[in-house]
């Protein structure tokens, strides 16, 4: 009796090995990010002069993996504080701005999944006080004629800048972190529609923080609670915040911009926000542009992405979700935007104002991020064509 049970034994052995070994491959890769990742020698040398010659940014880093969460490439190049001689390190934080938008949408989905919102819901029906909005109608001689709204504002519309919002509040010129969500969303801080909802496309920060506070008072939490928990800790995405701690702080890049006179890169504050930045009573979160985050979390979110709203061992939405964020969502006004992402046939992503970029390449099975803090300088956006490039040369010489 005994002898005949071995061989089951063996086998239920096997089994369990098996399972451990392949959960083991299927986490190792993204959480080999920052310690012994592989570095494309042509990414590097592509990047290199960017930093070291034409001085246009300080530092880079970037990830390049593959849909199962191979690691093609991590670079990590310059210095995160020219002053102090401080190299630029993989865990590095960066402020991602705009690339918080898909993070917004995303929550969005999470509860349509959960049928606690529709994207043809109109905002109303969370928001009263939106009910009645004017419009303008027209502007000459230094005056405003306004017209009442025709048509309700749609979830859908302010996920993809639709819903004719300006880019900015009045109040927001003192800081996109001024002010909590629900005052966001009040009439007297949104001010006048540009526009009828769905008529044209206006890139707006205004109609994403709208949707934030859809996000609260649909799930009855506040919004960074909200991507805290349904977003960050299951993906674990330890290092993205709308404050960092003490300990994130040491790793911030500093961020620089292109001193025209004096041919150098010189050291600006973050001008969208205010300091200090690990201030919670007065700082608050702005879905449309305010956290902060590392290229490892980045590359997570997007393998989440890439994978269907899947990654390892989370579900974060469904595969219909995903598609419903990647295609385009403007129809005749023939923007190409999704929700809350800039896409084509072959990817999806979104950049930032300092120079950041996350993308999907639906083509390839890769996802790719860019990382740097270039303010008000155009010369980042050079590094990252070239990057581009260079990434076409690496996924040539890996098949």
Not at 28 to 45: C, E, H, R
């Amino acid at each position: 009796m005994l002898q005949s049970q071995l061989p089951c034994r063996k086998l239920f052995t096997s089994i369990i090995l098996f399972f451990i070994v392949s959960a083991a491959l299927a986490i190792s890769p993204i959480s080999a990010l920052g310690q012994t990742p592989p570095v494309g020698p042509g990414i590097d040398a592509t990047l290199k002069p960017h930093v070291e010659i034409r001085d246009e940014i300080a530092g880079v880093v970037t990830v390049v993996a593959r849909k199962d969460g191979t690691i093609l490439s991590q670079n990590v190049l310059g210095c995160s504080d020219i002053k102090t001689g401080r190299e630029m390190q993989p865990d590095d934080l960066f402020w991602i701005a705009s690339m918080t938008k898909p993070f917004t949408a995303t929550a969005v989905m999470i509860l349509v999944d959960e049928g606690k919102v529709s994207l043809d819901d109109p905002v109303t029906k969370f928001i009263p006080a939106l009910e009645k909005l004017m419009v303008v109608e027209s502007q000459e001689d230094g005056g405003v004629v306004l017209t009442r709204s025709v048509r309700e504002i749609t979830i859908r519309n302010l996920l993809c800048h639709t819903a004719g919002f300006t880019f900015l509040s009045e109040i927001q010129g003192f800081g996109l972190d001024v002010i909590p969500l629900e005052l966001a969303a009040l009439p007297s801080v949104t001010g006048p529609l540009q526009n009828q909802p769905g008529d044209k496309f206006i890139y707006s920060n205004q109609g994403i923080n709208i949707a934030g506070r859809v996000i609260e008072v649909a799930s009855g939490m506040s919004y960074a609670e909200f991507l805290q928990q349904r977003i960050f800790d299951p993906l674990g995405m330890k290092d993205t915040t709308f404050w960092p701690d003490e300990q994130q702080f040491a790793r911030l890049a500093k961020s620089y911009k292109y001193n025209d006179l004096e041919k150098k890169l010189e050291e600006v504050p973050v001008h969208y926000l205010n300091y200090p930045l690990n201030d919670r009573d007065k700082r608050f979160a702005e879905p449309g542009g305010g956290l902060f985050s590392t290229a490892q979390d980045c590359t997570k979110f997007c393998l989440m992405l890439a994978n269907d709203g899947k990654w390892v061992n989370e579900a974060i939405l469904t595969k219909e979700a995903v598609a419903e964020l990647k295609k385009d969502q403007t129809g005749e006004l023939k923007i190409n935007y999704g929700l809350s992402f800039d896409r084509s046939d072959n990817h999806f992503g979104h950049g930032g104002a300092y120079g950041t970029r996350m993308a999907v390449d639906l083509r390839r099975n890769i996802v790719s991020v860019f990382l740097v803090q270039c303010a008000g300088s155009p010369k980042s956006g050079s590094t990252m064509n070239d990057f581009n490039k260079a990434v076409d040369k690496l996924l040539e010489q890996s098949q």
